[in-house]
């Protein structure tokens, strides 16, 4: 692996690349919750446990502070962000209201081959059985495997502004999907959620697809609320 002098000289192209890897692995240590909400980050540890140089940890930190994963306090210190329940409820308020009207439009707009996307992500998460022992991994796949369902529907319709504010809250979304997938028998009833608004989608009923995200939402909050009150 390139050491830490040399990766802060190496070209900005590279760099990029590195940062970019970097803040894949922080991300998905962040939303898996291996890094505890709350905690500071010491970038020592943290160059030596993702092999990267302090410069693309750096760019991987900004990048992860634009998806409110972490706080920047200059001169003092890098925390995750807390996952407090005032927070998490404005997240599902915020998913309510972005996916509802992302999946009325989905509704009108959806092509063949998105709604056989659909079709297959809905038969994963039903035929989804996670291990004995859940790991943060099983939980990322679990969580990563229900939003893939989301982007599907957002690109569908067609409206980059909402797309790119889905996109905006994904990072936030993850983590409490991670969080609400630690409650036992959560995989069915999100399944059976999904395929409501697959039905929907699949009879072209806008208000139905749109009525059935907003409840999925409402659901996912009520969840998160459930495994957070243990």
């Known amino acids: 692996m ?98 509802g009207p992302l999946a009325r439009l989905a509704a009108e707009r959806i092509t063949g081959g998105a709604l056989h996307e659909l079709a297959a992500d809905c038969a994963a998460l039903e035929n989804f059985r996670p291990p004995a022992q859940p790991t943060p991994d099983s939980f990322y796949r679990l969580a990563d495997l229900d939003f893939d369902f989301h982007v599907v529907i957002a690109r569908a319709a067609g409206n980059q502004f909402l797309i790119a504010t889905l ?38 009923d806008a208000a139905a697809a749109e009525s059935a995200m907003q409840a999925h939402a409402d659901a996912g909050k009520r969840r998160m609320f459930e495994q957070a009150s243990r």
């Open 167 to 204: 996109d905006a809250l994904r990072g936030s979304a993850l983590r409490l999907m991670c969080l609400s997938y630690r409650g036992a028998d959560v995989v069915p009833h999100v399944a059976a959620e999904h395929r409501l608004v697959l039905d929907a989608l699949n009879a072209g």
């Open 2 to 99: 390139v050491d830490v002098l040399q990766a802060d000289l190496i070209s900005s192209p590279a760099r990029h690349r590195m940062s970019d890897r970097v803040a894949d692995d922080l991300f998905r240590l962040i939303v898996t919750l291996q890094l505890k909400p709350g905690s500071i980050l010491n970038e020592t540890a943290l160059m030596q446990h993702l092999q990267c140089g302090r410069t693309p940890l750096r760019e991987a930190l900004i990048a992860l502070e634009r998806q409110a994963l972490i706080r920047i306090v200059p001169r003092q210190a890098t925390l995750v962000t807390e996952i407090t329940l005032a927070a998490s409820a404005e997240i599902y308020e915020a998913l309510r209201w972005v996916e």
